[in-house]
């Protein structure tokens, strides 16, 4: 059956999957006609690892088989999210495999209805000397959506966002024997068996063509069931696959703590997609295991985070987990408190960024106007505003938050602490800068 | 792109000279990458490195600050010290929308502390070298020299090859600069332009304590700052620049 008809009818196949606890995977999708599986929340493409050529001869193809076990290892971690699909891609990295034609043709299409939700997730194996290196990008969305949160204060509404949602991650030393483990790995994982184990007869999933889709049926330990769909039942038949190596194989999540992050971004977007709080403490567990161990085996000079050029791969994170902390929050002050330290501590890493200045500062506001005892007036956080606009003009949300702070700061809402209401001495040069900021906000 | 890492040739200071690219006529915004340059052959495999430390630093640029910059090989190209990037060249760069050029070459030199091996990176920051070409400072076009053992190992070696904070601090200051001085955009400029100024000031602090840096945050805090009484005196623009409470300086 010609490829693109395949591709077509699995498409239609999936389609008609309840959306509700959707599992579904494919392996060796052509990266030149990318898909996503239309009906699930949540879509993790992986594409292949680009690798130097020196190592052809050896390992011609373990830049793909990597981003093969990154997916099965991803779905270990995020079947529990329910309503996943993932796709690992075939192709050329330097050519059709890239992340912005890929996402292009992703989000160009339909498949990816509005506020679902993407992670592609992508890399380069590089040598130096006889050593070899592993460095893992991604990049998450949701359809037409901001990655944001609003805090509601005295009825006025302070909104901020997420700063980046691209993110390159620590570099990794790999040795050759760890890609020939990936290798055996592979081997192993590539294998349908009858039943979930090792010594069950099996069917080799083809190493060409492709893409070859299935529905997850059940997960038992480390292994998985996939169940064809369409064409693929054309040829292959319903098995287990071992997506987790044996105790004694390359423990992927251990040598690659990102693995963990994108568990914490997809516990994330699966929250944000479905409007619900449950996959939020699975994800932040995850997150806090990646932010404790993304030092770990990488490669980086400095112990300075931001000297060492990996302030995003820890700030988004952070910033992550604060949101995560509202969304789950129950209105406490210690929830205020705890997302006001995840901000925080992400604007300290990159004070260039407005919206990083915009979510510590509007964090801080909340958590001043739920504490009876502030331990910092109004006016402070007024300066970390007007720092982050005067830094970043044409920030519209800090600014349009910068205006909504002078009201409250000026018209405190009831309950306030004391310590918000501001003398009378500095009352009418406070109304001058509203006013002033009033106009040029003025459409 | 991993092709061109492989292609080093071996130097000789009588055949070094400034090459056309005809990748710059690649359309789009860009950084160029010269050829790296082992200046003797035992040297091979530390150019490979640096040349595949340059590549990964851009590409988490691209990644993280802008995946519309294309990043594009220069074979053959190999500057010998930024003199060669003289203005007529530097226009041209401009012209096509160059931001970057990154060049680098290694050598084994002998001095009274012994033998060692010298690492140069050198970038050309395309429209400081041009708006300030005359005056030279700061620097638009310089090297910065690092220093290894002739046997130091590849895990002390790469991570001090790691520039990705300081390459983007460049492009922040190359983006903000052309936007300053980009009068076709009006008063459009001043918001954008102080923006990529303050960022760059602001990451360059932190990026290591490298004289040119330094001089190069002055640069942008300077140039943030026209931008800021550029907005200030221009009758079309009507943005948060123009309020008593925006300064002149980056603040931090």
Redesign the interface.
Known sequence: MPKLIRVALWIAAVALLPCEQVFAIAVRSPCDRPFVFPGVDLNVVVLPYSQPSSLGATTPEVGTQLGQLVEFETLLAIAKFGSVGLIQTVGDPEDECTPEIVLGKLVGSEMLQPRHALIMIWGRIFESGSDLYLQTYLRFLRRDATENVEFVEGGRTLSGRLSSQSLALAPRKIALSELERIQQQYATANLLRATPNADAAFVRIPESGGPYSFGITDVRGDWVELAPMSATQNVLPRGWVLARAPTDGLSLRERMPELALVEGIAGYLSARVRNETRPLAAADAALSEYLERWRRGAFLAEQDTAASGMTLAVAIPEQLRGIMVLLRATGSSADSAAAHDHFKRAATLMPYSASARNLSAISGVSLALRERQPDRPPRQYLSDLLAAVNNDPGDREALDNLAELYDLVLTPPSGAPSRWSVPTADREALTQERDALRAVLRP | ???WA?TLLMSCGANAQILPCTAVNEPGRKVLIDEVVAEQPSLA?LA??LA??I???L??LR??AD?SLRVHACDARRPRAPTDFKLDVVEGLLDRDVALEVWARVAAETDASGPHNKVEIGYLIVPVRYFEFNSGTPPGAFVIALRSEPIQS??DL???L????RI?AYAALASGTVLLKSTSLQSRR???A??QL??A???LR???SARTDAELASYAEEL?AQAWSG?RADAQY??????????AR???
Request: charged share 15%.
């Open positions: 792109m991993a092709a492989a495999e490979n490195t595949i430390q590549e990964q630093n590409e988490q990644t993280e995946p590849i895990d790469v991570p001090l790691n520039h990705s904070g983007a001043w918001d954008p102080r923006t303050c960022r000031m602001s990451l932190s990026a290591g943030a907005a009507s943005g948060f620049l123009k309020t008593p409470t925006a300064v980056c603040l931090s």
